[in-house]
Structures are given as structure tokens and as C-alpha cells.
């Protein structure tokens, strides 16, 4: 599980027998619920529910993908990993993967790209500084430079 | 469809092939939403929700149910009804039914029990009269007596 | 946490924080999906879905309803637990509990009646002797009659 | 509506009010649900479906993404619009569009790589000729060249 090892979330969730679909396997959709869980966390971790609360600045996920490198079935047990890439100046890019107990392999990789918006003044607005930190700080920790920052 | 006739709430539904589960059936969890379609639909008739927003008095879902009459699978378009079968002070029983197109015949029955809270005082409360009247118009408008009030 | 020891079925869940819906409350829905969590999970320890691919008799949930005790949020970890109530020829009655971290209590109380089906056959049939003595063990070792067979 | 008219799929869908997350918008994860609505529509349209019962051979989804342009919110009705852009040999490129009826604009663009894949051989394969005329057809009748295929 080398690529996991520099993901700052990483966290094991059971696959859900009626996460699967008419095909057999997890449905498409479930996976972005995945990536939205190590999401989550990333934003506990990084105080980021919290400042939203506080100051009215929170983020948007502006656009979001996934490329699926194998089919996932019941029973299984997933480790869902997530960081973030890059930081621009109102933006950040998150990766996120999803990798299988049972096939000991990655199984789905993703990005999403998260903005930040004021929700008084109704438009996008910078990073807040403190979670640019907090970012940083979550990162370095895994030994990512975390940016490259724009 | 002699049954739906006195349903105040009926309305049309495409089954969603993601709705399937891996028994190649709409999940049983799926009902609950087809339920709290029906639900929303009536709140909105009844004025439920702009109630809410203005006296902060509001319904929960204190319990519910479903028997699954028949499977329903992918293509399929469902009639989803609707109505209040009884109310009591702070109370009122909803009854739900599926009907499939497919089938020709009623693929699920369900009720609930909704609760009036009042979310200022953390309470429980009576169901307000605008929308036991309301309920009453509806119900009646159906033929239903919507009540035999206990 | 005493009345969940008797449970054959007791499994950790963390809330997911898109199971939540406009309320901020996990959706009624979910628990749906929480009780057929532990239903799986039963059915994987007696042995069910290998014993219905073997011999085309499997399981179908006729009717289930849920009682709502206590809104749920995210953060939280759920204690979900299934277990088999009573038995009668040809189904079963399974009680469902999920208990609250946060709240150190249970939120959520459920049942499912579980029919057995002859999918050759296409018709009802006897719970297979090889299913109900797996599931008298399974309860038997929880110091459950697990039945009072009807 | 007029990017809409040069998609074969193109269907009313209304917001389910249990969609909504905490943040009271339509979750990111639906998104790909009615994008999956859309492809499931066009496979049936274009008979792949049958064709995979027949042959084995069906699609399988590689990798999908979803801008998202505004939040959506019950109640509303969308248009949900499918189409396939490009073809190569073993694989062709869906486009996605999602328009709010409320806000009258598109609210998500989408897209999907769907890749074709023989069950029997458990491998990739090419796209069988009767699937590639379906689609040539829907896509013409559009007036689109459904391809400048590689």
C-alpha cells in the first residue's frame, strides 16, 4: 500500500451489500460517497466545518471525477485515502483513492476541486489562511509539499 | 387503480435502474424514499413546510413501515399515492401505496406515523390548526373522512 | 449497552455525513440500510447465500418497519445489531437495534419478517433444516431460544 | 434549451426532496445517478441491453467526471440529456447535460468513457458493428456526426 502512505485520511469502511447494483458489483455512484467520506474527514481533520460555522467561508466542490481501475463486490473491505495536490489562491485540488482488502489493489482514483466561496457576500473568496495552514501543516506531515502553489 | 382513487397524493415515478440491488429487484430502502416522495408531496400541498419555517413547528417521522407485495425491477413506471388516514392531537398516520405499470397491480404498502414537534421548545405539540384544516380539505376532497379523529 | 448482548449480530458503522438530508439528520432511509447491514451479516454466518446458490431456495423480506427514537448526526458511530426473534415454517422474524456513540443510547428499533422462496419452484417453501439449525445455534449461543418456534 | 436539442436523450426528471444533503442542495453523488439515467436510457434506445444478453458482450463504465455549475434544490424539475460524442474502436465518450427547469439554465455537464467488454473472453473487445449503427443512428438524427470516429 506504498501510494497510500502521503494520503493524510486514511480510513477502512466495510463495502455495503445494497451498495452493489443489478451488475453485481458497487455502483459507479457509491464511489463518489467514498471519495465525499475521505473528503469529510480531510475537512474535520483540517477545522474546516468548524471556520465555516465561524465566519461564513466555506467550500464548494466545483468538479469532481473518477477513473475505475476495478469492479468492487460484497463483501470487502476498503481503505479510502485522501489529500490535497495543489492549492491555488480561492481553490484547492483533492486526490482521493479507494484501495480494495480483497484484491489488494487500488481499485478507483479521483480528484475533486474544492472552492472556496463567502456565503455573506455571495461569491468566491480566498483560502482562509487558517485552513491554508492547517492544509500545509496535514500535509508536510505526510511528507507532501502540498501545493507547489500555484 | 381503484384503490389510489381516494389518495389526495398521486403522482408518477420512473424506476431508476440504479434503484436495483444485486438481487436485480428496487432495493427495499428504496420504498422509504418512494414513501417520503409521497410524504413531501402532501406536506407541500398542505403547507407543511412553510408552517415550519414560519412557527418553527414541524413533523418528524416518529415510525414507519412497508410490505413489499411484489418485486419491481428496472424499466418500470410507478403510481406513488399518498394520504392521512387518522390524526390525533399531535399525531397523524400516513398511508402510502406503489403501484406498478408493469404489474398492474400494487407492489407496496406502507404507513407512517408523523409526530408534530415544536422546535423552540423541544417538545412535542398539537398539530397546528392551519394544517389539521388543511389535512381536513385534502382528505375530504378525496372523499375521506381523514380522520374518524380520536 | 445491555439489551445489545443478546444480539448474534453486533457491528461497528461510522455515520456517514451525505446520509444526512435537509434536516441534518441521517434520512430515515439509511436505517433501512443499517438493518439490512445486520440482515447480511446474519445471513453470511448462517450460511444463507451459499446455501441458496447451492439449491435455488433463498430469502425474501416481505414487510419491515422501523421506530425512530432519536435523531442521529454526523459525527457518530453506530453499533448496529440483528438477531432472529422467532421462527415459524416457512419464515422468520429479525429485530434490528442501532445504538448511538454520541448519544449512548439506542436511536433506532426495527423488525423484518424474512419469507423462504424457492426460486425453481417459484413458490413459498420450509426454511431449509440446514438454515434453521444454524440459526438456532447462532441465537442459542447468544442464550436465545431463538424462537418458541411458532 | 438549445444545447439541449442535439442530445437522442432527453427526459424530465423531478427532484427528490431526500437527495438534498445537509448543505440542502441536490448531493454531488446524485449527479452521477442521473447521469446514469441518462446512459441507461440510451442503452436502451440503442439496444445494448439485449445485445449483452445475447452475446456477452456490454459496456462497462471507465471513468466519469461532473462540473458542477449551480446547486440544485427541491423542489424543481430537470431535463436529463444524453449523448455519445466520440466512438473509437473498443470504447466511445457520453456527454452529460443537467438542466434546472427553476433556474433555467444547466446546472452540471458531464461525461463518461464507456468501454466495451466481452464477458466470455474477460477482456476488452471492440464495439460490436449492430451497437456502433444504434449509435450512429441516434446520434444523426440529431444531426450530429457521432464521432469523427478515431
Given at each position: 500500500m506504498e501510494p497510500l502512505k502521503n494520503y493524510p485520511i486514511r480510513f477502512q469502511q466495510d463495502v455495503v451489500w445494497?451498495?452493489?447494483?443489478a451488475f453485481q458489483?458497487?455502483?459507479?455512484?457509491v464511489f463518489f460517497r467514498y471519495f465525499e467520506d475521505s473528503r469529510m474527514a480531510y475537512f474535520e481533520k483540517a477545522g474546516v466545518m468548524e471556520f465555516m460555522q465561524e465566519s461564513g467561508k466555506g467550500p464548494i466542490l466545483a468538479s469532481t471525477q473518477c477513473r475505475f481501475k476495478a469492479p468492487v463486490s460484497y463483501p470487502d473491505r476498503l481503505t479510502l485515502a485522501g489529500r490535497v495536490e495543489t492549492m491555488g489562491s480561492d481553490r484547492f485540488v483533492m486526490k482521493y483513492l479507494v484501495f480494495s482488502d480483497k484484491l489488494q489493489r487500488i481499485v478507483a482514483e479521483g480528484e475533486g476541486i474544492v472552492v472556496y466561496y463567502d456565503y455573506q457576500a455571495s461569491m468566491k473568496c480566498d483560502i482562509p489562511s487558517a485552513i491554508r495552514e492547517a492544509i500545509v501543516t496535514l500535509e508536510s506531515e505526510c511528507g507532501n509539499q502540498a501545493g507547489g502553489f500555484e
Open positions: 445494497g451498495d452493489m447494483d458489483h458497487v455502483n459507479n455512484t
